[in-house]
């Protein structure tokens, strides 16, 4: 289980790396075709450089849900004994896998209309439309399998998730 979970981490290392150094490069080679070769400037630079951040950001929510580690409010949590924390954590990973499941479904159908439609952006590129909106609902099932992994974690008797996880 342990060489599953290292592989499917430098997957997912990957998978937030490469389209941040992609648009790394992107905006580095702007910059110096502003300043060296500006008849070499394209308009669609800024658009793609947001797809590959916006992916690159969103493919990390899943380790970020597995772990337990996403925007929480521990004020009363803290306050609780372990039990209730534990009860609580599992009631909260099963109520946002639910949400997952279900803004990954609508996240789907977006993308799908985009594609039926064939919607493109306005610049020369005309980039398909559909492959920006296809990362909520590709995030929303990593970070539904994350929040499972939270649960099951809980279930086993593990930490509870940000003490530990």
Known sequence: MAGLSR????????????????????VAEQAVLRHLYPAGLVDWAEEIT??????????????????GTHIRTELLLDKLPEGWRRVLE???????????????????????Q??????RTSSSLRFPIWIYYA?????????????????????RGGPAGGHGA
Not at 17 to 26: D, E, K, R
Not at 90 to 112: E, I, K, P, Q, R
Not at 114 to 119: G, L, T, V, W
Not at 138 to 146: D, E, K, L, P, R
Request: glycine share 6%; with cysteine; net charge negative.
């Open 50 to 67: 947001v797809y590959l951040v916006m992916w690159s950001v969103f493919f990390s929510l899943g380790q970020v849900s597995a772990k």
């Open 7 to 26: 592989i499917v981490m430098k997957v997912e290392m990957w998978l937030v790396a490469l389209p941040a150094m992609l648009a790394l490069a992107l």
């Open 90 to 112: 599992a009631a909260s990973a099963v109520l946002a896998l639910g949400f997952m499941a279900w803004l990954a479904w609508y996240g789907w159908d977006v993308a799908h």
């Open 135 to 155: 990362i909520l609902p590709v995030s929303c099932i990593g970070m539904a399998v994350g929040f499972l992994i939270q649960f099951l974690r809980l279930l």
């Open 114 to 119: 985009a594609m039926i439609y064939d919607d």
